[in-house]
C-alpha cells in the first residue's frame, strides 16, 4: 500500500522512510513526532528548548522509543550544516523534512529584554530557520527529490489588559509565515514538494499532526506548492 510518493521516490509501510522534525519544544512537537512513530520505525529530532520557562524548558516531553535525538544550535549555519548530516547519517537519507513553529512566550517589556535575550530570540525564532531550509534544499536539488514541511501554530498578540503582551509568540509565528509563504512562492520548478500548514494554537494538536501526515503523504499536484489552513470542522471536531 503506498502512502507516500516524495519527487522520484515511492514508499510503502515496509520499507525505510527519513523523516526529521525540527522545530520548537511545545505539545505540538510532541504531536507531530507521534505521527511520525506511526509511519517510521525511527525518526530524527532537533527541538530548540524553552529557554524562557520558568522551569528551564519542557524538560518531560515525550517522543517515543523511535525518537532519535540530534542537536541543533539555530544560530549557527555550521549546526544547521552538522545536523543535516547527522541525520543523514542515522536515517541513510532525509525523505522528508518537517519544521515545526511553535514559539514560547515571552511577555516582558522591550525595555526589560537583555542583550542576550534579544540575540537569543532572533536567533533561535527567526534567524534559525534560514539557515536551516538552505542546507534542506541544497541536498533535496542534489537528489532531485525530497518534501518540506512547514508548520505554524497561529498566535495571537494579547489585550495588554491583564499581563503584558507577548512580545515573541506573535512576532516568531509572523516572521515563520513570511518565510514560509516565500519558500512555497519559490518552489514552482523546483525538484521537491513544499507545502505549508497553519492551525491557531487552541488546535487538537493531535488532530492537527494527523492532518499534517496525511496531506504529505497524500502528495501530488492537488496538495504540493500550497498553504493548507486547518479548518474549523476538524478543530472542533465536526
Not at 542546507?135 to 518540506?148: D, H, N, S, V, W
Not at 499534517?212 to 474549523?232: I, P, S, Y
Request: with cysteine.
Amino acid at each position: 500500500m503506498v502512502i507516500a510518493s516524495t519527487g522520484l521516490d515511492v514508499y510503502t509501510k515496509n520499507m525505510t522512510r527519513g523523516i526529521l522534525l525540527a522545530g520548537n519544544e511545545s505539545s505540538l512537537s510532541v504531536a507531530i513526532a507521534t505521527e511520525a512513530a506511526k509511519r517510521v520505525e525511527q525518526f530524527a529530532a532537533a527541538f530548540i528548548p524553552n529557554r524562557f520557562a520558568a522551569s528551564g524548558g519542557e524538560k518531560n516531553l515525550s517522543y517515543g522509543e523511535s525518537f532519535i535525538p540530534l542537536s541543533w544550535n539555530p544560530g549557527s549555519p555550521v549546526s544547521a550544516r552538522t545536523l543535516i548530516l547527522a541525520a543523514e547519517n542515522r536515517l541513510e537519507q532525509i525523505h522528508e523534512a518537517i519544521l515545526v513553529c511553535a514559539p514560547p512566550s515571552i511577555r516582558k517589556s522591550p525595555g526589560d529584554l537583555t542583550s542576550s535575550e534579544i540575540e537569543m530570540m532572533i536567533n533561535e525564532h527567526i534567524k534559525g530557520w534560514f539557515f536551516l531550509v538552505k542546507e534542506l534544499i541544497a541536498i533535496f536539488r542534489l537528489r532531485q527529490a525530497g518534501t518540506l514541511g512547514l508548520v505554524l501554530s497561529e498566535l495571537e498578540p494579547g489585550n495588554g489588559k491583564d499581563e503584558s503582551p507577548d512580545i515573541l509568540g506573535p512576532s516568531a509565528s509572523a516572521s515563520f509565515r513570511v518565510f514560509a509563504q516565500n519558500i512555497i512562492a519559490c518552489s514552482q520548478h523546483e525538484p521537491f514538494q513544499v507545502m505549508g500548514f497553519s492551525a491557531p494554537a487552541a488546535a487538537d494538536n493531535n488532530a492537527f499532526g494527523s492532518f499534517v501526515f496525511k496531506l504529505l503523504e497524500e502528495g501530488g499536484k492537488r496538495n504540493t506548492g500550497k498553504w493548507h489552513k486547518f479548518g474549523r470542522g476538524l478543530l472542533f471536531g465536526r
